[in-house]
């Protein structure tokens, strides 16, 4: 296979694959899809491209035929019944985040994987920016020891972009999900570099406040979770709208330690990497200090991709994946489920008043019973009588206005949705 044939259903986020498929040599953009016309014309124009095919049904996109991979740039919450429907049609899918939303949904999505044998590439991008890719490659050397101790934080204030990112609709994944929902930009770079599997959780809920309510946003401004792993190392993870951005990770092993600056610190952020170590474990004399500004892939400059150039190398090694190239790193379903469930059994703690919760292992095909039927989740299209809250203290009442001032804005810039 010379280039891989993509179809990509969204076009807000999905557009970024159709500036990958321009900039890259291993992939070719043949289908897209959005039922929202105005977008999916929006792309089309600007694509002018007579070889891409355009649809705004997706069981119809999925009678494309000649397409390699599907890629789910769609809703949030519905990216594990889009990514069975399109391994069940005989398509490979690259899925944005998040993998699913409850258990029911876990359980299917990897039994889906194994049955049918397609490549299921999860698009956590924040694992190939170029310091946390970095901390892979040296921690994975054996460098620092044996892991002990991370964190990793995601905090990004959305409100200034809520309009456009939610165009005022109350029923919106990004209005609806709960606090440790959108767990994997921070725990999922941890949980890819050190190769652990996390086993309990005790998770917290930062609570709702005024800037929320103005967004028409349900639930805690923020989630944290506190993860064991396998090995009983810890790792602290946060993500939410607090009121400045980062995204900064730390590493600590048994023999030194990785940091990437901070966005406050001015230093380049995620791109610089502080690496401190000894060469032997209870020797202290031979100590290592370095600053680096890493390259993902040697010899090549960051491409001016976003998100540091990690959305170019997350997909670039989906794409070598599916060219069947041995090297590529990509995260499969185990791995995006071990990045994703710490934040579901994360809420679940909040609801219980902060206690531990173990987190299944679904690569152990005798705990899938236990959990084929659990739709506990807040979407209420999935949920059945499991139906949680958004926020732990109970849903907030947001006036209709709110969301009316959001539409309304919407609408200034755009004829439909
Ligand atoms: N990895 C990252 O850094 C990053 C950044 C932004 C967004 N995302 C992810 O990208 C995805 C999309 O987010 P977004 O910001 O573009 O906003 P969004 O979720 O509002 O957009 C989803 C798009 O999919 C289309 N869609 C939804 N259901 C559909 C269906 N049944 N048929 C056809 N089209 C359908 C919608 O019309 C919309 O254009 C989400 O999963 C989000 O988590 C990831």
Redesign the pocket.
């Known amino acids: 296979m010379d280039k891989v044939k993509v179809g990509v259903?969204?076009?807000?986020?999905?557009s970024m694959m159709l500036q990958y498929c321009n900039a890259a040599q291993n992939a070719k953009l043949v289908a897209i899809?959005?039922?929202?016309e105005e977008?999916l014309m929006g792309a089309k124009n600007s694509l002018n491209d007579p070889d891409v095919s355009y649809y705004?049904?997706?069981d119809e996109f999925l009678k494309h035929g000649d397409m390699d991979v599907v890629v789910l740039?769609?809703?949030?919450s519905?990216?594990a019944p889009f990514a069975i429907k399109a391994m069940n049609a005989g398509y490979n899918v690259i899925s944005?985040?998040?993998p699913c939303q409850n258990m029911q949904q876990a359980v299917e999505l990897v039994e889906t994987v194994e049955r049918t044998g397609k490549i299921y590439c999860y698009?956590e991008?924040y694992c190939y920016m170029p310091g946390p890719y970095e901390m892979k490659r040296r921690y994975r050397a054996g460098q620092i020891g044996d892991f002990e101790y991370a964190e990793g934080e995601y905090v990004h204030n959305c409100e200034p972009g809520w309009t456009s990112?939610t165009y005022g609709d109350p029923n919106?994944?990004r209005n609806t999900m709960y606090a440790n929902f959108y767990c994997t930009h921070s725990l999922g770079p941890i949980v890819h570099i050190t190769g652990l599997r996390p086993t309990k959780v005790v998770g917290l809920e930062v609570p709702i406040t005024d800037k929320n309510l103005r967004m028409g946003h349900l639930y805690g401004q923020c989630g944290i979770e506190m993860v064991t792993f396998e090995n009983g190392g810890i790792a602290k993870s946060i993500h939410g709208g607090l009121h400045m951005n980062n995204i900064s990770y730390i590493l600590y092993g048994s023999k030194g330690r990785y940091e990437t600056a901070r966005e406050c610190a001015g230093q380049g952020d995620v791109r610089t990497l502080y690496a401190q170590w000894y060469d032997h474990e209870g020797d202290y004399s031979n100590f290592h200090g370095e600053t680096v500004e890493p390259k993902v892939k040697e010899g090549e400059d960051i491409p001016a991709f976003g998100?540091s150039g990690s959305d170019y190398y997350c997909l670039w090694n989906a794409m070598e994946k599916i060219k069947g190239n041995p090297d590529a790193d990509t995260i499969d379903v185990y791995e995006a489920l071990n990045m994703f469930l710490p934040g579901l059994f994360a809420y679940r703690s909040v609801l219980a008043g902060g206690i531990t919760m173990e987190i299944p292992n679904l690569r152990n095909k005798e705990e899938r019973d236990q959990w084929r039927n659990d739709t506990a989740c807040t979407d209420p299209k999935v949920a059945g009588d499991m139906l949680l809250p958004c926020y732990s203290k109970g849903n907030p009442d947001i006036p209709a206005e709110v969301y009316e001032h959001h539409q309304k804005i919407w609408r200034e810039s755009h004829t439909q949705r």
């Open positions: 259903i969204g076009v807000g986020r999905g899809c959005d039922k929202w977008g705004t049904d997706f740039a769609n809703y949030a519905e990216h944005e985040v998040l698009a991008n990112l919106h994944w998100h």
